[in-house]
């Protein structure tokens, strides 16, 4: 994607004007003073609802326009003061033939909550709140840093969003944070060390479920982005949800550092008729106990249907409670780390009300003779899985991409490779040793993403077992822009009596498709058990 950079003229007022709470309407343009000490003043576009300024202690922000996906084009825009409660608020209201998008100030805070409520996918197939500011001003991104600045960069290694700046790897999609770990993430700079931040309570309306990741962050040149990716086709994993609202999510401007989650209160939405609000009075819980998730892995419990998401981290002894959710019937998944180790269906949740449902994991225990990785649906401890995340498979600071032989017994984990790329560092094999003939066994491979139909095909010494069907295709690049959470794919492979042998054993790996080009597949672990 090719951000393009607007220069605005954005007229000039003097402080005086905005020492009050309120809003001002100058031409088409609506000026919106937040009242608050460190004084925040935005102008929002009367035709488009786009944000073409904004003034944080009297310093314009501003580079381009601030707006959903990238930008609405024309929409209806309604600016209005409404008092809740004994509280003022100015509420912007943005609406087009697909969406309503909320903009409201609270009286005296440095704060701009948000919510966007879609009758439909917008065409481009992504759902985004973009914030494009000064990189003069706001150079710096939280929480990782330099990783997606690819302002000065001197080449492209992929598409047109991968760069190279002073040697290393840069994109904006290495800015990304799983969803159940999100707290703020922000840009930030200046003399007076302003911080702006975008926090979303809970993505309940976007798709992927708890694992799922997306941009954060893109210093890119001229402007700094800061976005809050509601949902978009980077390794869509389920249908988008429609006919919700995403949000509340907030921008906020702070010089006293980085904000967090649980100082952010939004229940204040249900007094300003907002579409698509469900206050907690009508929500309910799901509480219960996950059993049978060795101690060793995070416990973690995700309910979703058409229209939500939940997820809830289980205590060391497995009880858990769900976030306020909203009434409906659900599927209710638990997971070993990422690995789905159980699913219940029909959960159903009811205004006002707990249901109790516990949940147990249906993984069977079966004699081992040895496991690469660990059953956590991650590429954890493999070679350059402390990498990925952060920087392309090309980067000078990758180990090697090549083809591995591993040693079960005497090779470390990270000489397994995290991925297998059809051309380049197929296949891998595996080589170990067994006291004794076991007789039938299965060589189980775990699989978190698969590019271009990628799927392993399995050689046991001299038997060759039969290629297994493509997997689910997820249309997106994947290992390349810093993803690997497909749709974990679990491939089991029958190995005949008499394959396996007393003495030394090989297993080769091949990385398949019926694809030419780049394919390549993320292990999580491979195992054979009998």
Not at 230 to 244: C, G, I, K, L
Request: charged share 15%.
């Amino acid at each position: 994607m090719i951000l393009h950079l607007f220069l605005l003229s954005v007229c000039v007022f003097a402080s005086s004007v905005f020492a009050a709470f309120g809003f001002t309407k100058s031409g088409n343009n609506y000026v919106i003073d937040a009242g608050s000490s460190n004084p925040l003043v935005f102008t929002v576009n009367g035709g488009s609802c786009d944000v073409t300024s904004i003034k944080y202690r009297g310093t314009e922000l501003a580079e381009g326009n601030t707006h959903l996906s990238s930008g609405l084009g024309s929409a209806t825009v309604k600016v209005e003061s409404v008092t809740s409660n004994s509280v003022k608020y100015v509420k912007v209201t943005c609406t087009t033939s697909t969406l309503t998008h909320y903009m409201v100030v609270k009286e005296g805070e440095s704060n701009v909550y948000l919510g966007t409520y879609i009758k439909q996918e917008p065409s481009v197939g992504e759902l985004r709140f973009i914030a494009r500011l000064k990189s003069s001003v706001l150079s710096e991104e939280y929480p990782y840093g330099k990783v997606s600045t690819t302002a000065g960069s001197s080449s492209t290694v992929e598409g047109s969003d991968v760069f190279v700046v002073n040697g290393e790897t840069r994109s904006k999609f290495y800015s990304s944070t799983r969803f159940i770990d999100k707290d703020a993430q922000c840009v930030y700079g200046g003399s007076d060390v302003i911080h702006v931040c975008v926090l979303a309570p809970h993505p309940e309306s976007s798709s992927g479920g708890p694992f799922f990741r997306d941009i954060e962050s893109n210093n890119a040149g001229a402007a700094t982005n800061l976005y809050w990716y509601m949902n978009s086709n980077h390794v869509q994993t389920e249908a988008y949800r429609t006919n919700v609202l995403h949000g509340p999510y907030v921008m906020t401007f702070s010089r006293s550092g980085i904000p967090k989650l649980r100082d952010i209160d939004t229940s204040f939405f249900s007094g300003l008729s907002i579409t698509g609000y469900v206050p907690e009075s009508g929500r309910g819980y799901v509480s219960g106990t996950a059993s049978g998730v060795p101690s060793s892995f995070q416990t973690v419990v995700h309910w979703y249907n058409s229209a939500a998401q939940y997820w809830a981290i289980a205590s060391s002894k497995g009880a858990f409670k769900s976030p306020a959710m909203k009434p409906g019937t659900y599927t209710m998944v638990l997971y070993q780390g990422e690995y789905k180790v159980a699913t219940a269906t029909g959960v159903s949740v009811s205004a006002g009300k707990t249901t109790s449902k516990n949940i147990a994991s249906t993984e069977t225990t079966r004699n081992s003779l040895w496991k690469i990785g660990e059953y956590d649906g991650q590429p954890t401890g493999f070679l350059n899985a402390d990498k990925f995340l952060r920087m392309h498979p090309s980067d000078k600071r990758m180990s090697p991409w090549k083809p591995a032989t591993f040693t079960v017994g005497s090779s470390a984990l990270n000489e397994f490779p995290m991925a297998l790329f059809q051309t380049v560092n197929n296949p891998v094999t595996i080589k170990f040793n067994l006291k004794s003939a076991p007789g039938a066994a299965t060589l189980r491979i775990a699989t978190t993403l698969s590019y271009n139909g990628a799927r392993p095909q399995a050689k046991i010494n001299s038997f060759t077992a039969k290629a297994p069907a493509a997997p689910a295709k997820i249309d997106s690049r994947g290992v390349t822009r810093g993803a690997y959470r497909g749709h974990g794919e679990v491939y089991d492979v029958s190995i005949p009596a008499g394959t396996l042998v007393a003495g030394d054993n090989t297993i080769t790996i091949t990385s398949i498709s019926g694809s030419s080009g780049t394919t390549f597949l993320n292990p999580n672990f491979v195992s054979t058990i009998c």
